[in-house]
């Protein structure tokens, strides 16, 4: 028993010293918006900026407020209302009737084979005439020269596909928690900085900003690719970067910003739905992520307290790398830097929403989004 205690813990030192340090070098390379300076109007190609709306009254007029703010020549707005039963439509044509760089596409109905955003994004491009396309969220706001600045980006980097790393907003303790966890573990199970090496499979798609050169989204096969994808922006990441197209991953901070499920309860229930489908509607991965983040997030930290020699020496390594990891994060997120001491709650709340979200789809046989019933077994032919 002796023995595999020490391999173990072995094996979690190895893991942190080794793939995390080399994740945690690449994140300190990846490009910042905020090094970029603004492109000149000569220098900006047209943009579609394009989001998709469902019963967003209460989030969208803040954001609304940014968007045609935004400061970038013919810069076209896609506003896609997607069978909203609340204000959203109407205060969608309000703001277009007085900028009218928005436009609105009124979705009334659902076609058969399409989950409701993907639809909806496929509407939005349907009526975009831009040579670059932005596809965002409802509840995004952005920076003024946002756009500008990532034009540069985009072109200095000789780039097909750019995704941004922005703020998410909190309200408290809880959420801080698991946003800043999240935030962690999305860059071990990504690696963002490998994106933009053309010969990894490695990719990466933020719902809050993904820009793409329209040839590149064209030639990807649009959303008609992600017709029924439940992770449809890490999948549209994932269709570009196989496509053969050029990727990349840059932080973006205040240029993007994203007031997500704020408060634990509403982060719990708001990734009810996209958990399993993360695992691909497998209970195998399921129950393999849940392990993986309790023995390299958790278990170290028993290890450090309850083992002895070379078990206490390989967790205590293990917990000062993961420790520095995540502080690395708070620092780019500008949360507290004390909070990389909740990695093990923060840890143990994740594996528990990947649990509950696998029971929840699997009682029911499927997943409820927007209003309509998707079930699994259509759901698991439509992955990409």
């Not at 690449?26 to 090094?35: A, F, I, Q, T």
């Not at 129950?287 to 997030?297: D, E, G, H, P, Y």
């Not at 093990?344 to 029971?359: C, D, E, K």
Request: charged share 20%; aromatic share 12%; net charge positive.
């Amino acid at each position: 028993m002796h023995f595999f205690w020490l391999l173990l813990f072995g094996l979690i030192a190895l893991f942190w010293t080794t793939y995390g340090i080399k994740v945690a070098y690449g994140d300190v390379r990846l490009p910042w918006v905020r090094d970029y300076a603004p492109a000149a109007d000569a220098d900006c190609p047209k943009v579609s900026l394009i989001f998709a709306a469902r019963d967003e009254q209460e989030k969208l007029p803040a954001a609304l407020v940014t968007l045609v703010a935004i400061d970038y020549p013919g810069l076209e707005i896609i506003a896609v209302d997607d069978r909203s039963s609340d204000a959203t439509g109407r205060i969608l044509d309000d703001f277009a009737s007085q900028h009218p760089q928005l436009k609105v596409v009124h979705v009334r109905g659902l076609p058969k084979g399409w989950l409701g955003k993907p639809h909806a994004l496929q509407r939005g491009y349907e009526a975009s005439t831009g040579e670059l396309l932005v596809f965002t969220d409802a509840d995004v706001k952005f920076a003024p020269d946002t756009l500008r600045r990532v034009a540069t980006l985009l072109r200095e980097k000789g780039l097909d596909h750019l995704t941004l790393l922005g703020d998410v907003e909190r309200s408290g303790f809880w959420d801080t928690v698991l946003i800043s966890f999240f935030g962690m573990g999305f860059q071990l199970a990504t690696n963002p900085y490998d994106v933009s090496n053309p010969n990894s499979r490695t990719y990466v798609g933020v719902g809050a900003f993904q820009m793409l050169r329209r040839a590149a989204y064209e030639g990807s096969g649009t959303h008609l690719r992600l017709a029924m994808e439940v992770v449809d922006d890490m999948k549209l990441g994932k269709i570009v970067k196989l496509s053969g197209f050029r990727s990349g991953v840059g932080v973006a901070q205040h240029y993007v910003s994203v007031a997500w499920h704020l408060g634990l309860v509403n982060l719990v229930r708001g990734v009810e739905k996209n958990f399993f489908a993360g695992a691909q509607f497998r209970s195998s991965v399921a129950i393999m992520q849940i392990l993986a983040l309790l023995v390299m997030n958790v278990v170290p930290f028993a290890g450090m307290f309850f083992g002895h020699g070379w078990i206490r020496g390989l967790a205590a390594a293990s917990v000062l790398v993961a420790l520095c990891f995540h502080l690395g994060v708070d620092v780019v997120m500008r949360v507290p830097p004390v909070y990389c001491l909740t990695l093990p709650l923060g840890a143990t709340i994740f594996a528990y929403m990947i649990l509950r979200s696998t029971i929840i789809t699997l009682r029911q046989g499927g997943i409820v989004w927007r209003g309509t019933f998707y079930p699994l077994e259509e759901l698991r032919r439509g992955l990409v």
